[in-house]
């Protein structure tokens, strides 16, 4: 497993102190989790995009169609990664 080194204010760290109990090191992966997911999920958007084209190009659906079966597939996407997220605490 990789290692990452973050430096903390003084402040912060004095902050943190009050918490003995929380596990910093497992916040900032979830944190960093959280993040990625949020960064997959804009992707997604223009994944969606993409697949509308694709999809309005190379069939009979109208445009519409087309993006309604790509929000649903967005939906679905997101809801089984929300359930993951959820499982780990995240949520």
Do not use: C, Y
Request: glycine share 4%; net charge negative.
């Amino acid at each position: 497993m990789a290692e990452l080194k973050v430096e903390i204010p003084e402040e912060l760290t004095h902050k943190m102190a009050e918490f003995p109990d929380v596990d910093w090191s497992e916040l900032e992966r979830k944190a960093i989790e959280a993040k990625l997911f949020e960064l997959q999920m804009s992707r997604s958007a223009e994944m969606r995009r993409i697949l509308v084209e694709a999809i309005s190009s190379k069939s009979n659906l109208l445009e519409e169609d087309a993006d309604e079966f790509a929000v649903k597939l967005g939906r679905k996407i997101k809801k089984g990664r929300f359930n993951e997220l959820k499982a780990l605490g995240l949520v």
